[in-house]
């Protein structure tokens, strides 16, 4: 038995799978006061009379880092920068808590500049004495050598005992240093209170006697076990979304593309899923004002849903952003693309005769028809949300390219299925499918398609090799390990098998060994380097990924 | 004030370093050129910065390139995907600038273009087709431009630019560089100053070998900008050569990154082109920031070489007597270029002659032409080209080549299709060329095959 729990934004929701069919579902209102408590009370109502020790596996996806974040409950954090030569650091605005130590390392990952020792031991005078207890410590390509960050947390924690100190090279292996110095600095401001709710959780879990591995959903659809997830808090940010995509593909026919279209009350929110693989964003996730290297589906929200209010001037017609309350026929305040589709008979919820005064009041000012007039406000969200998904897939052709063949490559797409989602679904899924040429699919889980990808999604794992053969050294980024290279001549395909190899070990220490073997080389590249007019090395880039999926064993509807 | 001084909006960038596509595996021009810069760039989070906004490259449509050159036997033959992709990104750039998407841009792109000139037979000086060119002709054929200005920075003369626009008053283009005597391709003295109605308005600036930032600085304030006060162009455009740098290895110069960057700063570009710079570690990946940084008017004053320091190189008071020399003589070609025009055509009669020898280094082809120009009352004048590209003791191609100016007059649109058709029976030539920039329609006639092509 395999539970899923979607702690959302209105409703949380849960799901129990069984041999590959969902076989019980709950709803709870979301407490955003106390989520802990409101996902108990999912689980709780989905095990009641459920044998614990039946159960295999739990998977959480929750808001907590995002709230935590949009609400500022962060905790404070001092950020040391080695910035080096380049960019002025006051440009990136990274807050005023950002301390700068010389010293620098460049491209290749040699040392152009020492660490000012001094500088730094000044530093963490300085930041003890203002009181911070969480200090992030990134150097401009720390991931390509990380000797000054490491010594520069020696410094700090020896000026600040029981620091907590953050590492930017351990949090990605990426280029792109504000980045890393955002997500290091996010990870230290969340991961003391992250740890506090994993460990309520682990207590409530023990205390129902369910002793199964616990998982964590992550913004790029994977799932990681609770204890690893300590490490990397940032990643859970924005897993909701990816647990309706996730949903929608173990809903839907594999190896399809297919526009994901979640309408809610409030908002739409859209993915694609590009021959089965939902589509991540090529740069990792905002997360507030920062950008962040957190790897995340590409998802676009737009203020548009079933209870947007109507508002007329002149003789036109707009639909949202604000919403007012619920829908007239749902006994709210004003007129809505619900009441629309009521009249038009597209939908049955509510009430009729409600809904029809609605139209009528829109009908009178636009000089239309009740049914012309709701007629009209469904054209105008569908217009939109057409809009908005050919916008995305415009943006998905327009991604920069720096090799010929990947110009030469991407051409068009068009999207086989348009998957809906959320309450606004069914009636205006086949609507926007018509538009787009498309096959209109509203799964018969699709309220909880959310839960259900929660439950039913594998985990996913990064690793970034780099190999330099001229310095002969290879750096594993994410890990903070390296090590020494003899061969000069050392070619792709060999590169790539020991990505496997140190993958399939990373993979084991985070407890998703079994998973090794899903993985995949997402990027790679090679350049000789020839200096006067010969080869001197090689410069090898891996990355391997285990990307998201299924879980075996789960069988598509 | 022309160029983007003052003017708001983001900064448009493309990088394509073309990692798949190399001259030879350890030619200068290689897979690796743009790699550590590509690092530098990413690491620094430049396209995040809301200053700047990324673009996808296009690929130029083989129209864009018949437009400007003359390519043996057909365009097809002369440039690769790359080409076409680097073309085509200044192209993407120019259409964002004209819509007012962007203040200003850069196309960090790779194969280079400024040797390559009005007849392509082959590659030279590590160019096929000339992206700058193909810019300015996409900028006047679809936006209507009049006057453009180009500063070629790169260190090595701007031949193929020059060449291209020698004959138009319009096209004022100006290249400092290290002189010919001591560096490829060995031309851009003083006295090479344009065709007869166009003088002056190619202006060359040839700097001795270890001029540093102040000469080339001095260059930049008593010369060029002041120039471009006066000649007011709807646009400027820097053909952005970063081997002026004090470590590039085909050159001598020493220029350095911050250098690059105020100069950028300075004369504040609508968009840059990259041509060369072969210091691909000790220098672009810094050059670069530091030119995006002063486009995108961020604080370029944290980008240094690791062994750079300010006073690092001295000028001589030789050398800068020299530089103020070369200034000043160059100036005085400014200031009577008028006098210059008048004198030069009432010497001439109806139209204007003259024979060249081309030759292309990285192909091996020696190339001798005969170029007319019509000195038509009424309208710019259409040209002639006469070509023979010859390797070794062999003759590639003899083609004959005719051009029709934007705004001809009827009689040279007349006079013009008669040579096209008279050429075409002429047995001698292989190919024969009618570029009409007048209709934009660009044909090739095979003359064996008697096959006609049309872009």
């Given at each position: 038995m395999l539970i899923g729990i979607d702690v959302g934004g209105t409703t949380t929701d849960a799901v129990l799978v069984e041999a590959g069919q969902v076989k019980k579902t709950a709803y709870v209102p979301t407490d955003h006061q106390n989520l802990l408590n409101c996902l108990l009370e999912a689980l709780d109502q989905i095990i009641a009379g459920v044998q614990p020790s039946r159960i295999e596996r739990v998977v959480l996806s929750t808001t907590l880092i995002t709230n935590m974040i949009a609400e500022g409950k962060t905790d404070p954090v001092a950020l040391m920068l080695i910035p080096g030569p380049g960019t002025n650091p006051q440009d990136y605005h990274l807050g005023d808590d950002t301390i700068i130590v010389k010293g620098a390392i460049d491209y290749r990952g040699r040392e152009i500049q020492k660490l000012d020792e001094a500088g730094a031991e000044k530093a963490a005078a300085d930041i003890s004495a203002r009181g911070f207890s969480k200090v992030a410590i990134v150097g401009k390509f720390g991931q390509r050598n990380h000797a000054h960050e490491l010594k520069a947390g020696e410094i700090v924690s020896a000026a600040i005992p029981n620091a907590q100190i953050e590492l930017g090279h351990r949090v990605s292996g990426q280029l792109n240093f504000p980045r890393r110095a955002a997500t290091t600095m996010l990870t230290a401001a969340t991961k003391e209170k992250y740890r506090e709710f994993a460990d309520h959780i682990t207590r409530a879990f023990e205390q129902r006697r369910i002793s199964c591995p616990i998982y964590i959903l992550k913004a790029d659809g994977g799932t990681l076990p609770l204890q690893t997830s300590l490490e990397m808090p940032v990643e859970t940010i924005f897993s909701g979304p990816a647990a309706s995509t996730m949903g929608v593909m173990a809903l839907t026919p594999p190896d399809q593309t297919s526009v994901v279209v979640d309408i809610g009350g409030t908002t739409t929110d859209l993915a694609l899923i590009l021959s089965g693989k939902p589509l991540l964003s090529s740069k990792g996730a905002r997360v507030d004002s920062l950008l962040t290297h957190v790897r995340a589906f590409a998802v676009r929200s737009l203020a548009i849903g079933g209870d947007s209010a109507i508002t007329v001037s002149g003789n036109c017609l707009a639909v949202g952003p604000q919403r007012l309350g619920a829908a007239l026929c749902m006994g709210g305040p004003t007129a809505t693309p619900t009441d629309a589709m009521r009249v038009l008979g597209l939908s049955g919820i509510g009430d009729l005769g409600r809904a029809r005064k609605a139209m009528e009041d829109l009908g009178r000012q636009l000089g239309l028809t009740p049914t012309e007039a709701a007629q009209m406000v469904v054209d105008a969200v569908v217009d939109k949300i057409v809009s908005e998904i050919r916008q995305m897939f415009l943006e998905w052709e327009e991604e920069p390219a720096y090799r010929i063949w990947e110009i030469m490559q991407r051409g068009e797409i068009e999207a086989q299925n348009v998957a809906g989602v959320g309450g606004g679904a069914p009636p205006l899924v086949p609507l926007i499918a018509q538009r787009m040429g498309a096959r209109p699919i509203v799964p018969d889980y699709a309220p909880v398609a959310n839960a259900v990808g929660a439950a039913v999604a594998r985990p996913t794992l990064t690793l970034s090799l780099r190999i330099d053969t001229e310095r002969g050294e290879y750096i594993i980024a994410e890990e903070g390990v390296t090590g020494k290279v003899g061969d000069r001549k050392m070619n792709l395909e060999e590169a790539e098998k020991m990505a496997r190899r140190l993958l399939a070990e990373r993979a084991e220490r985070l407890g998703i060994g079994e998973y090794a073997g899903e993985a995949e080389v997402t990027y790679s590249e090679v350049f000789n380097m020839v200096r006067g007019w010969s080869t001197v090395g090689r410069l090898l880039s891996v990355r391997m990924e285990i990307p998201a999926g299924l879980l075996t064993g789960w069988e598509r509807c | 004030m022309a160029g983007s001084k003052g003017k708001k909006g983001k900064t448009g960038l493309i990088f394509f370093p073309a990692f798949d596509w190399a001259i030879s595996p350890t030619h200068p021009e290689r897979e690796e050129r743009l790699l550590y810069t590509r690092d530098q760039i990413f690491e620094e989070g430049l396209m995040d910065l809301p200053q700047i906004e990324e673009f996808k490259p296009r690929l130029a449509e083989l129209k864009d390139i018949a437009r400007v050159h003359f390519c043996v036997p057909d365009v097809e033959a002369q440039v690769t995907e790359a080409h076409l992709i680097a073309a085509g990104s200044t192209l993407t750039l120019a259409d964002a600038l004209e819509s007012g998407q962007i203040r200003n841009g850069f196309a960090l792109v790779r194969p280079p273009g400024h040797h390559s000139m009005t007849v392509a037979h082959g590659n030279r000086g590590f160019c096929n087709v000339n992206n700058m060119a193909i810019l300015v002709e996409y900028l006047r054929t679809k936006y209507g431009h009049k006057k453009i200005a180009v500063i070629d920075t790169d260190v090595h003369h701007g031949d193929g630019t020059q060449e291209i626009f020698w004959h138009d008053p319009d096209v004022l283009c100006i290249s400092f560089h290290q002189d010919g005597h001591t560096l490829y391709p060995g031309s851009g003295f003083v006295n090479e100053m344009g065709g007869p109605r166009a003088l002056a308005r190619t202006l060359n600036v040839p700097l001795p070998p270890g001029t540093t930032d102040e000469g080339i600085h001095y260059v930049l304030d008593n010369l060029i900008l002041p120039i471009l006060d006066e000649f007011k162009p709807d646009l400027v455009l820097n053909s952005a050569g970063q081997d002026n740098h004090y470590t590039d290895p085909l050159a001598n110069m020493r220029f350095s990154a911050n250098g690059y960057a105020r100069l950028n700063e300075k004369l504040s570009p609508d968009l840059c082109v990259l041509e060369g710079g072969y210091a691909i570690e000790t220098a672009l990946p810094y050059v670069n920031t530091g030119i995006i940084q002063a486009m995108a008017g961020l604080d370029y004053s944290h980008v240094r070489e690791p062994d750079f320091e300010p006073g690092r190189f001295v000028q001589s008071e030789t050398m800068k007597r020299e530089i103020e020399s070369t200034v000043a003589q160059v100036q005085s070609l400014w200031d009577k270029r008028d006098d210059l025009v008048d004198v030069a055509l009432s010497e001439l009669g109806d139209f204007y002659r003259r024979r060249k020898r081309i030759f292309y280094d990285t192909d091996m082809i020696n190339e001798n032409q005969e170029e007319a120009v019509r000195l038509c009352p009424n309208c710019p004048g259409y040209t002639t080209i006469s070509s023979q590209g010859q390797r070794g003791y062999g003759t590639l191609n003899n083609v004959y080549c005719i051009s029709i100016p934007r705004h001809a007059c009827s009689d040279c649109k007349t006079d013009a299709m008669e040579e096209y058709k008279e050429h075409i029976e002429d047995r001698k030539y292989s190919y024969v060329y009618l570029q009409d920039k007048d209709r934009d329609k660009y044909l090739i006639y095979?003359?064996?095959?008697r096959n006609q092509k049309s872009y």
């Open positions: - | 095979n003359v064996r095959t």
